[in-house]
């Protein structure tokens, strides 16, 4: 694979970047936004949102030195007009003539190495009002956010191939959660709270939409940092962190877990039995990572609309929750490997975009409070995920 065909994959990978394009059309009033990766010798068209029939399509190229993306590759500063033919620059450059446009702006995207990957363009054939600082500075932000996830998906990838070498695993601990847990993390914190100040800047309800969008991106690469970092953890060495202490309100935290899937996940249903007779001594929140992670799980492999029963109890001796989804039983083969690391299988489907860490880390969980996690699965019986651990309190409910 070529190296320009790599980074319009990368840039496609990111999926903020449709919705990105058009809420740039919308704060700028241009018709016409992109993502370009621009090199010493190439531009290349990696996403556009066109609705001026400008006719960049991804992996379509230009000629690099028609293009104010290199002088930008150059100098690595925005370019800002609104009046093309009245700038004392811009009114005898060629490329506007070129291609026919009277506003451009476009914006350097970054990557934290310092490296020039492209820029986050927009133009129209008509002039526009760019004078607002808001304009400038959500771009760059969508810069940035772009600009991070490439770098979060390069960290994640190499990651997972060096994890794989055992005699890697000593260096890789501490590097590898510090990155996770600060150099990601924090970027990240910082485009959720950038999409908070530019929601009070918009009033189109299809803009706020996708703001949201923005926000449930950030979400999910959250997520999955959390993911790794657990991973990292518990394979690395120094195991699952836990919080111990007696749960009086596990059941609460287990009933908004099954809400939060039920509404992420809508079409299925959740048959919920819960007979909490004792009270559990647990980590509470881990119990209801373990909880989700299984039912995502049942969802996600389960046949579709069809119920998933759950059922948790909790005696003297011990504490039960099981996870139960109808389909196809899993061949034998795969069940061996259910619970390693970025085990997904011939289960996984192409849509599923995870890294296949979830039900390690249930695993891993149970595996912290000294319990277990078995399955079942048969022809006509379904698929059940069961949980148990000995239950150490010595309080009733």
């Not at 970047?17 to 809420?23: D, E, G, R």
């Not at 770098?151 to 590898?176: G, K, M, N, V």
């Not at 836990?242 to 609460?252: N, R, V």
């Not at 049942?298 to 996870?323: C, M, Q, W, Y």
Request: net charge negative; proline share 5%.
């Amino acid at each position: 694979m070529s190296s320009a065909a790599s980074d319009v994959q990368s840039i496609s990978r990111i999926t903020a970047v449709p919705m990105i394009l058009q809420v740039v059309t919308r704060i700028t009033g241009m018709r016409f936004a992109a993502v370009a990766r621009v090199t010493d010798t190439t531009w290349t068209c990696c996403a556009a949102y066109d609705l001026i029939d400008f006719g960049l399509k991804p992996g379509d190229e230009l000629k690099l030195e028609t293009t104010i993306c290199n002088e930008i590759r150059q100098h690595r500063q925005p370019v800002v007009f609104g009046h093309a033919s009245d700038h004392p620059t811009f009114s005898s450059h060629p490329t506007p003539k070129m291609y026919g446009f009277e506003s451009y702006i476009s914006i350097p995207i970054m990557r934290s190495n310092g490296e020039f990957f492209g820029t986050l363009c927009a133009l129209d054939p008509e002039a526009a009002d760019l004078d607002a600082p808001q304009i400038v500075e959500s771009m760059e932000l969508f810069a940035q956010l772009i600009a991070l996830n490439l770098d979060t998906e390069e960290r994640l990838l190499s990651s997972r191939t060096a994890l794989i070498a055992a005699h890697e695993r000593a260096r890789l601990r501490e590097h590898f959660i510090a990155v996770l847990g600060h150099d990601l993390r924090n970027p990240l914190a910082s485009i959720s709270i950038a999409a908070e100040v530019l929601e009070s800047d918009l009033n189109d309800p299809r803009d706020l939409r996708k703001i949201d969008l923005i926000r449930g991106s950030c979400k999910r690469m959250l997520a999955l940092i959390s993911d790794v970092l657990d991973f990292a953890r518990g394979a690395l060495g120094g195991g699952i962190d836990l919080s111990m202490d007696e749960a009086d309100d596990l059941a609460d935290e287990l009933r908004q877990v099954a809400h939060e899937v039920d509404m992420a996940h809508p079409g299925h249903t959740v048959n919920m039995s819960m007979e909490l007779t004792e009270l559990v001594v647990c980590d509470r929140r881990r119990i209801g990572q373990l909880f989700s992670n299984l039912l995502i799980n049942a969802i996600t492999h389960g046949e579709p609309n069809t119920p998933i029963d759950v059922s948790i109890r909790s005696d003297k001796n011990r504490f039960e929750l099981s996870v139960a989804n109808s389909g196809p039983p899993i061949p034998k083969e795969i069940v061996k490997k259910l619970f390693e690391p970025f085990s997904r299988g011939e289960r996984e489907s192409s849509s599923n975009k995870s890294l296949g860490l979830g039900l390690y880390i249930a695993a891993e969980i149970a595996k912290a409070h000294d319990g277990k996690i078995t399955v079942s699965s048969s022809e006509g019986e379904g698929t059940r995920f069961i949980f148990t651990m000995p239950n150490k309190s010595s309080k009733k409910r």
